[in-house]
């Protein structure tokens, strides 16, 4: 499904006599709903790339979804501030708000993300846009895109859950700041071109890198986009379910690496964030780092890296915002707890191979678990739900 899809197809009304009143035909198509379609300014494809001055970096980190989680940003920091690489880089693939509708919160991701390159997701742009009155058909909501086959309730919490984190970034004005942001950024490492995206090639907050959409997705423009860009891969997150594949394409291995969420559990029976790390292929990997699958393109290694955080503090933290039976509550602590049904070689496509691990470490008892929370969005027999 493509992330610019049509509105839905209209329906003629049952026959009637007379029309009661004039109106809009019911011939017109019915206008999008807020969290389900992509705005105009979200458009990309590669002249948005080149666009952007390409930097060099002999260890490159890409950390999507954070979602305000500054328990995962601290592990995470801690992770790259040990790497032995004279040019790492780390750069911020958009959403790296979400949960913090506390102000000390909102203000402290700031802080700390800050002095890294940052890139806008759907969540920061959507906080930088005016609120519109009423029911405009330009309300992007949540900015989410969202597929058909995601739950209503799911598209109307994220829409709630970003007027209220607008709420905060207005307050301390930080929301033109956010919409300022660039959408995309080009990277080379050890002489490979990667590309960095929040949602797809085409679209800032599109699917097309999906676990379940990104097979198809290198025959309808992705592989095409890379060549066009003299790039090899396309690191994006957005959609919050990790996915890597790898494509033999012209003479070059191109290769596609969806993070999930930095600030997310990821895989089943395990509370961790991932990263997406991508370096000079000779660079060991930093001191007590979990690599859950890796691949070999040109001359760098990308991984998939654990973010392991204190999951105990995380959820004390997540409930003094986000309340049992609050929006936030009902779409994500379950994921936050459990997990999802996704296991790493299932993430793990093509030249990508899962790797033997340490052991993540075990989580304390956690107080006050509900079973019964509503779960995240079933999809593929994966919990998803997202921003």
Known sequence: MSAFRDAVMPVAEPCAPEPAAPGPSA?????????????????LGARAFLAQPEFESDCLYVAGGLYGNTLA??????????????????????????FDIDPAQ??????????????????????ARAPLAGDSADDAGCGCAYPDDVDDGVVERSNRILARLRDT??????AAALGALPMVARVRVAGVGVAITHGDEESLAGWRLANDRLGESWGTGLAQCLHDLDAQVMASSH??????????????VLAAINNGAAGLANFAGSHAGLVTRIARHDLGLPPGARELYAARVGETRISALAIDFDRAAWLACFDAQWPADSEAARSYRERAVQGTALQPEAAARGGFVARPVLAQPAPAEQPGVQPDVQPGVQRSGVQQARA
């Open 239 to 252: 959609t919050c379910l990790a996915v890597a594949d790898t494509l033999e394409d012209r003479g070059r």
């Open 27 to 43: 011939l017109e198509p019915s206008p999008p709903e807020p969290g389900r379609f992509c705005p105009a300014d979200y458009r």
């Open 73 to 98: 940003l601290d592990a995470l920091l801690a992770l790259y501030a040990s790497e032995a690489a004279d040019r790492p880089a780390l750069v911020f693939n958009g959403d790296f708000h979400w």
């Open 169 to 174: 970034a207005r307050a301390g004005r930080h």
């Open 106 to 127: 909102f203000q402290r991701i700031e802080r700390l993300t800050a002095p890294h390159r940052r890139l806008r997701g759907n969540v920061e742009t959507e906080l």
